[in-house]
């Protein structure tokens, strides 16, 4: 669901935060107000391109950004993963932007880091449907299509394809790993002693080691310093041979002691050498017995070094970064090793298990298929029907599964299909309608499917009178399944919205456009103005008898 938009500098729009509510949230404004402004900030999320003409008079650039609840399963798609590694820790929502540059560059934005724009539009595509200049971008994708009938046979086929997904990965693995085996195997006996030279060069090592190592390494080079330090001290102090700093205090301290009675103010000069050579002798033991106490271990140092050697060594020559990914490495070969030495030939077994995987995404896909055939006709009454209430003539639909290459959705192809017109024949929804009638067949779909966040840019185009009121109540409907916004001027939708936002244009240097969220009273008066008077308004937002 759309929680909030900020849309700021974007043409007319100064600066406007909306809060929308999960059920139908209706704009509406006179024509020119800057109602397709909004659309326009969407498609930005959507990822349409970027414009400088959508850059407003307040500043150098435009920017547009919207926090979502994403739904359960939302970050399990693969095709998200690098959007998922951006991700903050415990962070529920999903924050998407677009920023647009006075020269037409565009950047956009997942929690305020850079991310390209197909991931973007990718992400947003997901959570929000768009009528209007989208509508036949979407009607016209199978996925969009295929998508939308599994919604319609609801949880129990969302688990099939789930499960399809799974086996479809397995049985990529499976095929992937049989080919290179058959490759490989003129090489084979080159390959198990690469495998075997892996399993010695790991020999002994274990998870964590290079880490205890390395911290060893360099406790026992501290303890060399130390030693070489402390000794070099001592030894100026007091040397083995010579006379060192102790030494020369003393003997300066005996040629003053001798001169004291004759001239007295020598005595305090001889008190400080007799200290200073007492404090000398002091450190000169202390430092003694320090060296003493540090446990230096040479030996122990050149082992941790060759083995420290060894793991780089490995490293370099397996191509791996880390320990850990050598010891993976390293248990799979050990196991394909005493599986080579049991006898077992690792093509068979790998053709083995293509075959098992196989037969499981065939039953999967066969469930699939089953459902969707036996359903076609019971989606395309339901879709019909819908076409008639919002206006669509005899609201002629047809849904065709057919036969495509596997994939992780299966083996099928949806293909939607309309008639506009009596008379005139089937076609695909997404060249035979008209833009208006594009986004009352995306309103029909969505009622019958339910999905996410919704929006209509052209839902009321040429429509009036009853037709009107029969858009209105889809949209209604539709509105207890899924998040609706819808851009209209006709007041039969405003009425029934669960939240009203006007849209107008606000006289100054420079004009622009603002738009707010109405009060009860606020929404009475713009239901009157979009009935160019008050008469009709009472039967509209009074409760039924």
């Known amino acids: 669901m759309l929680r909030t938009l900020r849309i700021d500098n974007l043409v007319l729009i100064q600066a406007a935060e909306l809060e929308f509510s999960p059920g139908l949230n209706a704009l509406t404004g006179e024509t020119g107000a800057g109602k397709t402004i909004f659309a326009q900030a969407i498609g930005l999320l959507l990822g349409a391109k970027g414009d400088a003409g959508a850059v407003g008079p307040s500043g150098k650039e435009a920017y547009v950004e919207a926090e979502f609840d994403v739904p359960a399963g939302f970050w399990d798609d693969g095709e998200r993963g690098g959007l998922a590694e951006l991700r903050p820790d415990d962070e529920d929502r999903l924050v998407l932007a677009r920023r647009v540059f006075g020269d037409g560059r565009t950047r956009a934005y997942a929690w305020g880091?850079?991310?390209?724009?197909?991931?973007?539009?990718?992400?947003?595509?997901?959570?929000?449907?768009?009528?209007?200049?989208?509508?036949?971008?979407?009607?016209?994708?199978?996925?969009?299509?295929?998508?939308?009938?599994?919604?319609?046979?609801?949880?129990?086929?969302?688990?099939r394809r789930a499960a399809a997904r799974t086996a479809w990965r397995e049985l990529t693995a499976a095929t992937r790993r049989l080919g290179a085996l058959e490759r490989d195997a003129g090489s084979e006996q080159a390959r198990l002693n690469e495998l075997a030279i892996l399993v010695s060069d790991l020999e002994g090592f274990e998870p964590g080691d290079d880490e205890a190592l390395r911290a060893e390494r360099s406790r026992l080079r501290s303890v060399s310093e130390l030693v070489e330090g402390t000794t070099t001290a001592m030894r100026a102090l007091v040397p083995d041979d010579g006379q060192g700093a102790?030494?020369?205090?003393?003997?300066?301290?005996?040629?003053?002691?001798?001169?004291?009675?004759?001239?007295?103010?020598?005595?305090?000069?001889?008190?400080?050498?007799?200290?200073?050579?007492?404090?000398?002798?002091?450190?000169?033991?202390?430092?003694?017995?320090?060296?003493?106490?540090?446990?230096?271990?040479?030996v122990r140092l050149e082992e941790v070094e060759v083995r420290l050697d060894r793991l780089a060594t490995a490293r370099r020559r397996h191509d791996a970064s880390t320990l850990d990914e050598l010891l993976v490495r390293r248990d799979v070969a050990v196991a394909e090793l005493a599986e080579h030495e049991d006898g077992i030939d690792p093509v068979?077994?790998?053709?083995?298990?293509?075959?098992?995987?196989?037969?499981?995404?065939e039953s999967v896909t066969g469930a699939l298929t089953h459902c969707r055939r036996e359903h076609a006709t019971r989606f395309a009454d339901a879709v019909a029907a819908e076409l008639r209430d919002v206006g669509m003539g005899d609201g002629e639909f047809s849904v065709e599964v057919r036969e495509r290459e596997s994939g992780p959705t299966?083996?099928?192809?949806?293909?939607?299909?309309?008639?506009?017109?009596?008379?005139?024949?089937?076609?695909?929804?997404?060249?035979?309608?008209?833009?208006?009638?594009?986004?009352?067949?995306?309103?029909?779909?969505?009622?019958?499917?339910?999905?996410?966040?919704?929006?209509?840019?052209?839902?009321?185009a040429g429509i009036?009178?009853?037709?009107?009121?029969?858009?209105?109540?889809?949209?209604r409907r539709l509105a207890t399944r899924a998040q609706v916004l819808t851009i209209t001027h006709l007041p039969q939708i405003a009425s029934v919205a669960d939240a009203h936002f006007l849209v107008e244009k606000v006289p100054g240097d420079p004009t622009h456009t603002r738009i707010e969220r109405l009060d009860d009273a606020q929404k009475r008066d713009e239901l009157e103005r979009m009935l160019g008077g008050g008469a009709f308004v009472s039967s509209l937002t009074s409760p039924e008898p």
């Open 464 to 475: 009036g009178g009853v037709t009107a009121h029969g858009v209105a109540d889809v949209l």
């Open 246 to 298: 102790v030494g020369l205090a003393d003997e300066a301290s005996s040629a003053i002691v001798s001169l004291e009675a004759l001239s007295p103010e020598l005595r305090a000069a001889g008190d400080e050498l007799r200290d200073l050579t007492f404090r000398l002798r002091e450190v000169a033991r202390e430092l003694h017995t320090l060296v003493g106490s540090f446990a230096g271990d040479p």
């Open 113 to 159: 880091r850079a991310i390209a724009r197909e991931d973007l539009a990718g992400a947003t595509e997901v959570l929000i449907a768009m009528s209007g200049q989208f509508e036949q971008r979407r009607l016209a994708r199978a996925s969009f299509q295929l998508d939308t009938f599994d919604a319609f046979l609801g949880p129990e086929q969302a688990e």
């Open 410 to 460: 299966g083996c099928d192809d949806v293909v939607f299909s309309v008639r506009p017109n009596p008379g005139l024949p089937f076609g695909a929804v997404a060249d035979t309608a008209s833009g208006g009638e594009l986004s009352r067949i995306a309103l029909a779909l969505a009622a019958v499917a339910g999905g996410e966040t919704i929006v209509f840019d052209e839902i009321d």
């Open 348 to 361: 068979e077994q790998a053709a083995s298990q293509l075959a098992a995987a196989q037969a499981r995404f």
